[in-house]
């Protein structure tokens, strides 16, 4: 089955090595892949024997996202619901993983970007290398970040959360540990010894695999232009109510005080979806104040919403320009971030009414409802 | 059987005296002794869209709400903790009294950096003020001293120059305001006069000579007290003072002072001391001012209402002094709808940790060696907690209708808006402080701790019951003005309209003399109840004082007299009010489970007013066997309403960092491994 070759599984005592195995897609997480996944954690958590789950990508990426095109394929075909089973089995995963009872250690070598964050960022431990590039680009491409991002990326120092989910900013190995988003940064080189190193783990507390893990630690530097030495001007404009606000605040700045990271960030603002760019912001907000449970649910009717396309083809739209004609040209409607009102945002976040059969996202009760501490050196 | 339980007591008294862990030779007794935090939501589930219901107990602005909520989560100003493996923001109480105070400013220019007060003062219109209400409420929230300092600034100080000043003033002095490059406090209550205003001895004189005013404090008593703000941060104050001119007093007036420079040193002329520090709202900085022959601009006369020109003339508007000062006292109302609205917020929070904790911690068992019971299944426990939790939606119903007819105030609906808001304000504090009371013996020890907040909260909201006018007097306030209604009314034979007395001209209801079920809960035979009760007591209280005047006895003298009927009235009067803004609210609502629900919660408000209410048995409206009946309902509603109780708490939208550790994992919280 190519499930049973698109996730890898190592038994090493009482670990689970999991290794997502389509490198030329970048392990993008299919629907197929999500089902394993969710099956695997499942099945180890009731198993005693198992103490540990280790997840890595193979190849140059971790993961670099979900695989978007066969949902905006039956999106096209008028079959949004497919898409929305796909989407309901993804946010379950990563509501088993942010409650997880055993530790999950997240290998960060390479590439993650959205449902690669998802897959990760909600486990205990996150390692990253110097090859990690993290993103979540979803407003370039008509989505908003999900996968539970609103409680991660909310949870970050000031309103770090708001540019990254945002902008689509790239961060690397430094700047994640910086902001929390990873607990720990080993050099790839050591990443063998590492693992090895954790097989031998015969026990869940966490305090114990945090042993190992610190003996690998690296102190990495931050680079010069890192945008988290500019979290005084992120949180002075990221922090407005809207964002047009949050814009016209960032133009100030620029006047004041031209940069290219400024300008850049301003630019990648004017060039996402206008809907989405609302929508994320909201999400985020509203995440700062709900339980990771209540943030999937939330974002299962958002991406309903987005996927149905009553108020806003963007997805469709963002898929063309960056996927499939890669024109990189994408035509957004609502084109004006004035064009979209509050109570078209609004409707994101109301039930699917109208549809038959359609419901929220049931997540089952779970004992650890402690999401794992996002940015837990806060 | 019972042998093991003897057993674990006397390890338990063991370990409390040896403080040694209990021997585990015997592993059948350890996971008895252990108890496990399990979250309430495992085992609650919600029966109604609870983001809808919150949606309808605030009203309006929730997207603004959240962001302020969310600005004060990711500031280290607001002192964020965790405990229990998740974040809480609360003040530290443990500071002195001078940090608090400090502190609490640094918040503020932290909020108003961010935007939050812009157009606080400068926009009007519905729309900003319900924001500026909403903005204000979520500040509440998080600590009480928050909010009254910016109730000072932006709504004593900040409405006084919108409301008495003219162009003139506001131009200068709303963007200065509402930017903090003015510091405003509001000094009108003195050491000798307090709810009374009319009666305040500070006096200004006018000299046309040098076109001045000159503000006196003429003796100890006049000297202003409680002044918000004045103690450390105010530069400027509006001050109440009589007017004398050339002799004759022309009442009271309004006028603005400054009363430090620039580097917050006091003013010649003026004198400044510290209240000290309170049972609560320590970061507040209260003071005392007296004031030496202190000159100001003549423009600094807040015109609106009476002026005084260049060469000394008076001139007003409004001939009759009382209603000149009538008008004065009006902006006062919106500090009344604030009061208010804070105190439900806070019952809410009072509720939402103690039901919450009630839902998680566990005491006795009622078959021996049996499970030990959850707080909140306990019969006496819902009664303790769920009539309290009715009468919060009831008058969360209530104080938004308020907001809504001050925001749409015209000048006919003020006089409307003056009494209801003096009832509301009076009723709904006096509400919060009993809430938390509950709450705090409800939640046991926990309650002693700062942390938790329910207890700490008494100290803070204390002074909601006399600041702003004493709730005994705006009762008294409230009967007064019925009894002018009805006398008027009566004399023009005009039929009644406004204030809801609508009901007195239709024929009086008749209640029938055995009280089902389906009865008690059916709203009309609610509203009948309450009707017949304000009326009765209207014309209870009216003949009484009727009949006495006309053996020549003033009408002053004969309010005074019969104070206990006023008092019974005035209840009446707001309960009834309450209760039909619950009706209103519940008549708007599709059928569904909230429909369903929120009939419910009114029901036990209903309810639990007849309960409490003596009256009703007093005059005969009740009869013995009907006020059984009622008890009886009561019970019942209060097991109907606890699988709700988790959901009806969660609709508050209060963000878990804002309750307390109590509500969560307490175990975890106070863990050995935690310290």
New interface residues.
Partial sequence: MASQSQVLVEVKSSVRILTLNRPKQLNALCFNMISRLLQLFLAYEKDPSVKLVILKGQGRAFCAGGDVPPVVNNIVQGKWRLGADFFRDQYTLNYVMATYSKPQVSILNGIVMGAGAGVSIHGRFRIATENTVFAMPETALGLFPDVGASYFL?RL???FGEYVGLTGARLDGAEMLACGLATHFVLSSSLDALEADLCKVGTSDPSFVSTILDAYTHHPYLKQKSAYYRLDVI??CF???TVE?IISALEREATQEPDDWILTTIRALKKSSPSSLKISL?SI??G????VGQCLIREYRMVCHVMKGDLSKDLVEGCRAILIDKDRNPKWKPKRLEDMK?NMVDQYFE?VEEEERWEDLKLS?R?N??AS?IAAKL | MSENVELRRAHIIANHILRSPPPSSNPSLTPEVCFQYSPPELNESYGFEVKEMRKLLDGHNLEERDWLYGLMMQSNLFNPKQRGGQIFVSPDYNQTMEQQRQISMKRILYLLEKGVFQGWLTETGPEAELKKFALYEVCGIYDYSLSAKLGVHFLLWGNAVKFFGTKRHHEKWLKYTEDYVVNGCFAMTELGHGTNVRGIETVTTYDPTTEEFVINTPCESAQKYWIGEAANHANHAIVISQLSMNGTNQGIHVFIAQIRDHDGNTCPNVRIADCGHKIGLNGVDNGRIWFDNLRIPRENLLNSVADVLADGKYVSSIKDPDQRFGAFLAPLTSGRVTIASSAIYSAKLGLAVAIRYSLSRRAFSVAANGPEVLLLDYPSHQRRLLPLLAKTYAMSFAVNDLKMIYVKRTPETNKAIHVVSSGFKAVLTWHNMRTLQECREAVGGQGLKTENRVGHLKGEYDVQTTFEGDNNVLMQLVSKALFAEYVSCKKRNKPFKGLGLEHMNSPRPVLPTQLTSSTLRCSQFQKSVFCLRERDLLERFTSEVAELQGRGESREFLFLLNHQLSEDLSKAFTEKAILQTVLDAEAKLPPGSVKDVLGLVRSMYALISLEEDPSLLRYGHLSRDNVGDVRKEVSKLCGELRPHALALVASFGIPDAFLSPIAFNWVEANAWSSL
Avoid: A, F, V
Avoid at chain 1, 288 to 291: A, D, E, I, V
């Fill in positions: 909310s120092p000031g309103y949180d002075r922090s407005r109510r606000e909201r907000r509203e700062r104040l709900q339980g509050d039930r009760p004992n409802l402690r501490k």
